[in-house]
């Protein structure tokens, strides 16, 4: 009788075990997410050099710029975005940098001054004063394009991959700029241009990547 109630017990014994056991491992389970250390990618550092890759994503770019323009057309901010990450990318400029010229010369497309939506012109080529207005392209995708001709012939001595649709590329001093501090002064007459266009890329840095 005795070894038939052993044999009978050991099953009841080792479940009460295994369900010990359980609980121990599950309550370990539920408290290692509070004790776990979260490693968060260190932040990039905005770029400063014209040629190179950008590292924000398109959706990024237009959240970003609506950020400071909410009464921008979301459709046509996106997609001009994505212009931008397509044509830079040819040529071989960062699309980070070229995105937060147009920022700064187009007051985040608001425009209002001398250069008009209609104008698809993104970067202020050939608007000089009164009377001249600059130049006007076909399509945002020719007007970006011109563009990024324009800022790397700043930058490169380079030849450009496309054919060419900036009227002005032929009066550039190529690879004079090849940082966009050095665009001032050149580009642009305002001896702060390159700090301006600095202070937009940090924010969409800090705006991209948070810590």
Request: hydrophobic share 35%; with cysteine; proline share 6%.
């Amino acid at each position: 009788m005795k070894s038939y109630l052993q044999k009978k017990n050991k099953p009841e014994i080792r479940l009460c075990v295994f369900a010990a056991s359980l609980i121990v491992c599950l309550s370990c389970v539920s408290k290692a997410p509070s004790q776990m250390t979260v490693i968060r990618p260190e932040k990039p550092q905005s770029p400063r050099n014209i040629l190179g890759k950008g590292l924000t994503s398109r959706e990024t770019l237009g959240a970003f710029l609506l950020d400071f323009n909410q009464s921008a057309n979301k459709t046509d901010v996106y997609n001009l975005a994505g212009i931008y990450i397509e044509e830079s990318a040819i040529e071989g400029v960062n699309h980070d940098v070229a995105f937060s010229q147009m920022c700064l010369e187009t007051g985040f497309l608001r425009f209002g001054g001398l250069v008009t939506p209609d104008m698809n012109n993104f970067c202020g080529l050939g608007s000089t004063g009164p009377g001249q207005k600059g130049l006007y392209f076909p399509s945002a995708e020719i007007g970006v394009r011109a563009h990024i001709q324009h800022l790397k012939g700043y930058a490169s001595t380079a030849p450009l991959q496309r054919p060419l649709v900036d009227p002005r590329y032929r009066y550039v001093k190529y690879g004079i700029a090849p940082d966009i501090y050095e665009l001032a002064g050149r580009w642009a007459t305002d001896k702060e241009y390159g700090n301006k266009i600095a202070t937009i890329l940090d924010r969409l840095y800090d705006f991209a990547f948070p810590n």
